[in-house]
């Protein structure tokens, strides 16, 4: 069965301070990474996806198929970087369907 | 329009109540999701649309749940005989790409 683990419920870091959200996933095949962010009083929205392999607001996330990871990172963490943060798999045959980790919250303190 | 949109945002009924949420998703998206969202935990997909035909309904907790798309727009979730488990903030996304969903802000449902 496929799961996304996301082990942090909360990350607490100062602004300009590197920040790396973990995520693990299981599935037996090649599946599409996400991460989708939803600010205070925001709708949810996709951040990045792993195959457009692009830097967003800073932030970058690599597919590690061997430890089947897919952990984002900001080398220098800003206050409006303060969020949730939620890992989603999709699996190639599932219609774009998302399964999503249960989030992480990153507060960002200056 | 401007995003999807999603009414009501809140709604409260008692237990065995039954509702009925509306999704009017971005014009032109072929594919529509609803979701659930418990307090503290991550987005639950429930069923998904393209145009008007349900294609997954996998996720569709129990058989008190039903979704339509009817004109392959507008999607409305219904909830009978509503239990306090369902409690919940229901999402709906509609999308254009694969994986790239769009989200509504939610209708959270408070069952009493």
């Known amino acids: 069965a496929q799961r996304v683990t996301q082990p942090e419920k909360l990350l607490s870091v100062f602004k300009g301070a590197p920040v790396e959200l973990k995520c693990n996933y299981s599935?037996?095949?090649?599946?599409?990474l996400f991460w989708y962010v939803q600010y205070s009083r925001q709708r949810l929205q996709l951040l990045l996806r792993?195959?457009s392999r692009e830097s967003i607001k800073g932030f970058t996330a690599d597919l590690n198929k061997g430890e089947t990871s897919f952990h984002l990172k900001k080398p220098f963490a800003q206050e409006e970087d303060s969020a949730m943060y939620y890992c989603?798999?999709?699996?190639?045959?599932?219609?774009?369907?998302?399964?999503f980790g249960a989030g992480t919250q990153v507060v960002v303190t200056p | 329009g401007a995003g999807v949109s999603q009414s009501p945002r809140y709604k409260v009924a008692k237990r065995g109540q039954d509702v009925a949420l509306r999704c009017d998703p971005i014009?032109?998206?072929?594919?529509l999701f609803w979701y659930q969202q418990a307090l503290g935990q991550g987005p639950e997909f429930l069923t998904y649309?393209?145009?008007?035909?349900?294609?997954?309904k996998s996720g569709l907790p129990s058989d008190r749940f039903f979704a339509e798309r009817p004109e392959g727009s507008v999607s409305t979730l219904k909830i009978q005989r509503t239990q306090q488990e369902d409690s919940a903030v229901y999402l709906c996304?509609?999308?254009?790409?694969?994986?790239?969903?769009?989200f509504g802000e939610g209708s959270r449902l408070t069952v009493l």
């Open positions: 996304a509609s999308s254009l790409i694969r994986g790239e969903l769009f």
């Open positions: 792993h195959i």
């Open positions: 649309f393209q145009n008007e035909a349900q294609l997954d």
């Open positions: 989603a798999l999709s699996a190639p045959d599932s219609w774009g369907k998302l399964q």
């Open positions: 599935y037996s095949g090649s599946p599409e």
């Open positions: 014009s032109g998206h072929v594919s």
